[in-house]
């Protein structure tokens, strides 16, 4: 599944291709958004938000579509004349004079005007947004040592979008090498070191991800230290990279740096 920097960049990029330009066809496969469809058409689209892995494209006419790709959900962006060869099924369709935005297989999908926004579940849920310039290291490091979050295990926590939203299996092994932490540490048992340290890393890790994963050759851009990277030499001490399952997901770890 995505994770929060994936979002956001596709946000960018659902954003420069449509964003800002009236809309020429509205579309919904779901009976109960169809009716909305005309009173989309001829307004733009302001801004695309992310919320971790959700995604809020906010309307002209002050309506919201929210839609959360789950396992199998993928944006598409085509030419507005073009028909894409794919056998996935088409949820949405927001198209401008030039070019189309296509949410496939997603099944998620709700239109929320205002209250609508303050009221939906997910979004009460999830706790701040990793990729939020506003959220800094000494809110991070309140919350992994507040009472609701102190005495979970990262394992479980890391994925956890109540702590942190956009946080991810990948995210969540790439954070603790950095940290030099296990899976089965407490932010409770840590030292005021460690906790600045993993605090830095919550923010630190998820943006350079958005920033610079993809980006090849080039000093400083975000690489795999230990995900998927099973046998292979630890590039800080030189143990072999492990691999376990924890909370049902795939986990690696440096038996030599991480203790």
């Given amino acids: 599944m995505p994770e929060g920097p994936e979002i956001r960049r596709v946000a960018d990029q659902l954003e420069e291709a449509v964003g800002q330009q009236a809309l020429t066809e509205v579309w919904f496969a779901?009976?109960?958004?169809?009716?909305?469809?005309?009173?989309?058409?001829?307004?733009?689209?302001?801004?695309?938000?992310?919320?971790?892995?959700?995604?809020?494209?906010?309307?002209?006419?002050?309506?919201?579509?929210?839609?959360?790709?789950?396992?199998?959900?993928?944006?598409?962006?085509a030419e507005a004349d073009e028909t894409l060869d794919t056998r996935r099924v088409l949820r949405v369709k927001l198209a401008t004079r030039e070019k189309q935005a296509l949410l496939y297989s997603a099944s998620d999908i709700e239109l929320l005007n205002a209250q609508g926004l303050v009221e939906h579940p997910f979004l009460q849920r999830v706790g701040p947004d990793v990729l939020d310039p506003r959220l800094n290291v000494a809110q991070v490091a309140e919350r992994l040592l507040s009472a609701r979050f102190r005495c979970r295990q990262f394992s479980g926590l890391l994925l956890d979008q109540a702590f942190l939203a956009g946080l991810g299996n990948y995210l969540r092994v790439e954070i603790l090498w950095h940290a030099g932490l296990l899976a089965t540490h407490r932010s409770m048992d840590l030292t005021p070191q460690q906790c600045q340290t993993l605090s830095q890393a919550l923010i630190a890790v998820p943006r350079l991800s958005y920033q610079t994963r993809g980006t090849m050759d080039k000093e400083g851009t975000f690489r795999f230290e230990v995900f998927h990277r099973q046998g292979k030499k630890c590039r800080r001490c030189g143990e072999a990279i492990q691999k376990q399952t924890l909370s049902s997901r795939p986990f690696f770890w440096c038996p030599g740096c991480q203790k």
Avoid: C
């Fill in 30 to 77: 779901m009976p109960a958004l169809k009716t909305y469809a005309p009173a989309l058409e001829g307004e733009h689209i302001t801004d695309i938000a992310t919320r971790g892995k959700a995604m809020l494209t906010h309307f002209s006419n002050g309506l919201t579509l929210y839609s959360h790709n789950q396992l199998y959900g993928v944006w598409r962006i």
